[in-house]
């Protein structure tokens, strides 16, 4: 299985969102990574066909998306940003409606329907109405959806958006298992969203693609780059303005912070080991695609 998007270019009116996007998907996670602005939805608009390029394709297994029309559409799983309910309808209820619009036959759509209430754990509320559900509750409402249709390729834009931290575990689980020969989309600004389940991570700024590797590779790309400055006060704004912080943490009287640097920032400042939020940080920091 191959989704090749192909020289992917978008702008509204003068607003650029995408330029010459290329990357070819394979079966796994991906992880779209991008700071606000920098056209992951755009992207996602692009491959799910709800705008059109103005210039590149889409490819399926070597076939333009714009070809295969429905049956493309029909392989698609695919949660907005910002998905939108009908308050009225009770959980069971919106999941037999999705699985009537995707043409799921019943007996597997029940079958379906049960499992995936179980996995996001919303089986004791299936016969409450949406209206009434948490922000939380609405989001896995909304990647049970996606998923309702067992769908080829997985698209989830900003999945943990009101999350806790157990229902964001719990939804990594899902999606690990999920994933077997299908291709997941995760976009995200949130790094530790898909740090340990991705395959591989796609960094885009301000609707460039800076980078796809494995999260590995991109993390040891990165070593010689991070360090550790312990300093009495945070109040430095001239060092904070001068770098790349990637965290800051009080600890025994002192901040210990962490800079992304290709050079050593201060004298006595120690090399430590990157991780993937360094790396977002060192291709991303500006990316807000303003
Ligand atoms: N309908 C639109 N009209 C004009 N500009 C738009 C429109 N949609 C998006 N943009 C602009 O295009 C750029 C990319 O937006 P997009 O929503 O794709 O980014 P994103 O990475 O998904 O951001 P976020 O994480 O905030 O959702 C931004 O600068 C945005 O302001």
């Known amino acids: 299985m191959i989704l090749k998007l192909d020289a992917i270019s978008k702008s509204y009116k003068d607003k650029e969102a995408l330029r010459d996007f290329s990357a070819t998907l394979k079966e796994g996670v991906y992880g779209l990574l991008g700071q606000n602005g ?3 939805t755009t992207l996602i608009n692009v491959i799910t066909g709800i705008l059109n390029p103005d210039e590149g394709k889409v490819f399926f297994n070597d ?4 070809k295969m029309g429905v049956d493309f559409v029909s392989k698609i799983g695919y949660l907005p940003q910002f998905p939108q309910f ?4 009770e959980a069971l209820e919106f999941l037999r409606y999705i699985c009537a619009i995707k043409d799921v036959p019943e007996k597997t759509g029940e079958k379906r329907i049960k499992e995936l209430l179980e ?10 109405k949406i209206g009434t559900f948490s922000g939380g509750m609405r989001q896995r409402l909304g990647i049970a959806q996606a ?3 067992d769908p080829e390729i997985l698209i989830l834009d ?3 958006a009101g999350l806790d931290p157990k229902e964001r575990i719990r939804f990594r689980n899902l999606i690990s298992k999920f994933s077997k020969d299908r ?3 995760l976009a995200t600004h949130i790094v530790s969203d898909v740090e340990y389940i991705a395959n591989e991570v796609i960094l885009l700024q301000k609707g460039i693609l800076i ?3 494995k999260p590995m590779s991109l993390i040891d790309e990165m070593r010689g780059k991070v360090w550790e400055v312990k300093v009495d006060t945070a109040n430095n704004q001239e060092f904070l303005d001068k770098f790349s912080i990637s965290n800051i943490v009080f600890n025994e009287g002192h901040y210990s912070i962490r800079v992304v640097s290709e050079q050593k920032p201060v004298e006595g400042a120690s090399s430590i080991s990157p991780n993937l939020e360094d790396v977002f940080l060192h291709y991303c920091e500006t990316g807000d695609g303003k």
């Open 211 to 213: 980078k796809q590797d």
């Open 147 to 149: 998923m309702v249709n």
């Open 158 to 160: 900003e999945p943990t």
């Open 63 to 66: 076939v333009d998306v714009k």
């Open 183 to 185: 291709i997941v989309l």
């Open 38 to 40: 920098a056209g992951k």
């Open 119 to 128: 996995m996001v754990n919303l089986s004791d509320v299936a016969d409450k």
């Open 86 to 89: 009908y308050k009225n309808f």
